[in-house]
């Protein structure tokens, strides 16, 4: 919850007072002032609060739980594009500020709900927990294998009605153009159509011809499989870390990259706790060292962060 006069108020005015040029973010659950700015902020009750999950396309009726964390990554989101307002700001003051967004913010950031006098409500029923679209779901393959169709236009509908061999079908006008068919039953029938057609076929096999055809889809693999895929490979963002609890350990690499400063993991985590100075005294160990200019960089971000307020 907010505290602005507790103890974390007054190493924040210590850190201010320190280092004007500080920016200072701030993530709560529903803001700073407000009948519910003491609340705890946990994410699925401000989806609950905020119409998010009586909001989402479902195959039934009733509120949904949302497994992604749409509050969290709407608010770190938010949290950034203030950040850098923040850093350009400094740029033209010389001084820096505070940063406040909140969970609540988050969860409105990809609310599907407009209000306006002039709007139709539109009801996104779906028929079943693997999608609604008739071309744009998740469908079964004969050999039990899943895959996902992205026909986001009528034009990949098309396509992918004749490479299944239904393009005769979609001359019924109740289905339009197979995007949004006119009514429920006509969306159903389309859509249970194309899954009757997928199971016909392996994966593998419908892959090939969608491929031939210029039809978007892809197979829906297991995590463990996506971090041996080639694209991943060959962007190096999978690594391999000797974890001192969890041992041999695959996990993501560097996901930003800078042309400068690229970034780099130089391993796993410490076995025990460590302090700033251990950290940055790591930076120039022999056992991670690169070319002399790298090491030249790494001395110079140590010095750096050494000297900030605070630091150690």
Known sequence: PPDSTGSAGALLNGLKWNSPRLIHCSITGYGQVGPLAGEPADPDLVLARMGVLASQPSFRDGPIHVMH??????????????????????????????????????????????????????????????????????????????????????????????????????????????RMPQNEEARLRLFNMVADVMKTRPAAEWQELFEAADVPSARSGTAQEALNDPQILYNDMAMELDDPVFGKTTLAGVPIRLSKTPGRVRGPRPAQAVGLDDVLDSLSSSDVAGSDEQQEQDGAARDDMKSLPLAG
């Open 69 to 178: 964390p749409v509050a969290n990554v709407g608010a770190g989101l938010l949290a950034a594009i203030g950040i850098v307002a923040a850093l350009y700001q400094r740029e033209e003051t010389g001084r820096g500020t505070k940063v406040e967004t909140s969970l609540m913010a988050g969860a409105l950031l990809y609310s599907p709900r407009v209000r306006a006098d002039k709007l139709q409500s539109r009801s996104f029923r779906m028929s079943s927990p693997q999608g609604g679209g008739p071309f744009y779901s998740v469908f079964e393959c004969a050999d039990g294998e899943w895959l996902q169709l992205g026909c986001i236009h009528s034009g990949f509908v098309d396509l992918a009605a004749a490479v299944m061999g239904i393009a005769h079908e979609m001359t019924d006008p109740e289905f339009g153009d197979g």
